[in-house]
Structure formats: C-alpha cells, structure tokens
C-alpha cells in the first residue's frame, strides 16, 4: 500500500531558545535533501514523460476537444455574459509563473484570482457546475502542456495569491515546484481535489507531492492518467470516488 511522504512539522515549545529552533530546523531541511535527493530519476524519464505529454495531449485535442470546444463554448455562452475561456496566473516549474487556462465556470467576478470556489458557491454559472464535476473546464490546460508549461501529470498548480500564503504557513510547501505542475496528480487520485478549507488537508496535499516527486516514473504517470480517468467516469454517474488516509 503506498503511502505518503511523512513530514516531521517541527512542534512549538514555548521555552525553546531561537538557537535551538533553528538547529532543529536545519537537521529536518538537511535530512528531507537528503531522502529527496535520493529519489532523483533518470534522464530518459524526462524525456519519456515529454513525449507522453505531447502524445496524448495532440490525441485527445483531435479526437474529443475538436467537437467538444464548440459545444461548451455555446452553453457557456447562452448561460452567461463573459468569455468562454478563464486565464488565470498560476505558479509553474521552478516557481516560474504561467497563463493557465480552463473554461469559465463563474460569473465574471472581482475575486476570481484570489478566492477558491466554495461548495455552494454563488459565483459558479449552471454549466459552470457541472464542468467542475466533470473536470471538463480543465480540458483546456492541454494546450498548457503543449506549450510545457504543464504536465499531464504533476503538483496542481495554485493561484499566485495562494501560492504566496501556503508558502509562509506550510514547510517544504515550495517543493511541489521542483517538476512541471500537472492537470492531475498523486495527490488528486488519492481523494484530496476541489476546496482546500483545513490546514490539514493542504498539508496531506503537499505529502502526497512529495511522495510523487520521489518515486516519479512513467509507469506511475500512467497509473494515475488511467486512475483519475476512473474517477471522473464515477463522478460522470454519480458516485464519488474513495478518499486515501
């Protein structure tokens, strides 16, 4: 059973001089170096994953994004005023920031690049809805992946906003920027997708990244490809896929 990278989070005590809190914190970044570094794949992984990126996402661009671009651009029209297309800033590879593009969901709104959809939220459009149960508003970051500044499979990228926050409260939250952001990702398959509303859950999120930059190998890219493929046809009836510890 696989299991996530495991985060010693240093624990707050009270009386502690600064001295002692930040040998502490050296020993735990130069310990996670270590056992990160470890993990480093091969050259011909790059390249393979590359050629995998390109392949399928030129696939599925002829075979399904050719009839299916005009038939949500439509509903998106005719159920709302704005573009068809939303392009937000996110963070990429090596922290380098990138136009990430999806199908609108929402109303045009003030706080789109800086506030996440909520369960319920009042912002989301009708069609809107049902894009984000089926994942179909992401079906445009296959062009991202084209142009490489994603990959099939990697770290969701976050806005920039939240990238900033998480940053200064999550430790190691940076590493998730150590390979190309992904339109899914290990952390995804394993249940934690959509709203982000406990400290927790952002740091189970990160874990299950870490996990994924250590063992990352084209065998488990495709895994997770075919299992999150699984997942949106259980969404697609109805069912809500298992969540991992």
Not at 5 to 25: D, G, L, Y
Not at 62 to 89: D, E, N, R
Not at 161 to 184: D, F, K, Q, V
């Amino acid at each position: 059973m696989e299991h996530p990278f495991v985060i010693n989070f240093p624990k707050e005590q009270r009386q502690e001089s600064a001295s002692s809190e930040i040998t502490e914190m050296r020993t735990l970044l130069s310990e996670l170096d270590h056992r990160y570094m470890m993990y480093e794949p091969s050259s011909y992984y790059y390249t393979a994953k590359r050629a995998m990126d390109i392949t399928i996402s030129l696939f599925f661009m002829a075979l399904i994004m050719s009839w299916l671009l005009p038939i949500v651009a439509l509903l998106i029209k005719i159920t709302s005023k704005g573009p068809v297309f939303f392009k937000q800033k996110r963070t990429g590879y090596k922290g380098i920031e990138f136009d990430c593009f999806k199908f609108r969901t929402m109303y045009v709104n003030a706080d789109a690049d800086i506030k996440q959809a909520v369960a319920d939220d009042k912002r989301i459009t009708p069609i809107g809805r049902f894009l984000r149960i089926t994942h179909i508003d992401e079906v445009p970051q296959f062009l991202n992946v084209l142009i490489g500044d994603m990959s099939i499979v990697g770290p969701r990228p976050h806005m920039l906003y939240h990238t900033s926050y998480y940053a200064e409260h999550i430790p190691y939250y940076n590493l998730r920027h150590e390979t190309p952001p992904g339109m899914t990702g290990m952390a995804q398959v394993k249940g934690y997708i959509g709203e982000i509303n406990m400290t927790r859950e952002l740091r189970k999120r990160v874990q299950w990244d870490i996990y994924y930059l250590k063992h990352r190998s084209v065998w488990m890219d495709i895994k997770i490809i075919m299992t999150t493929f699984a997942h949106v046809a259980l969404k697609m009836v109805g069912l809500q896929p298992k969540r991992n510890a």
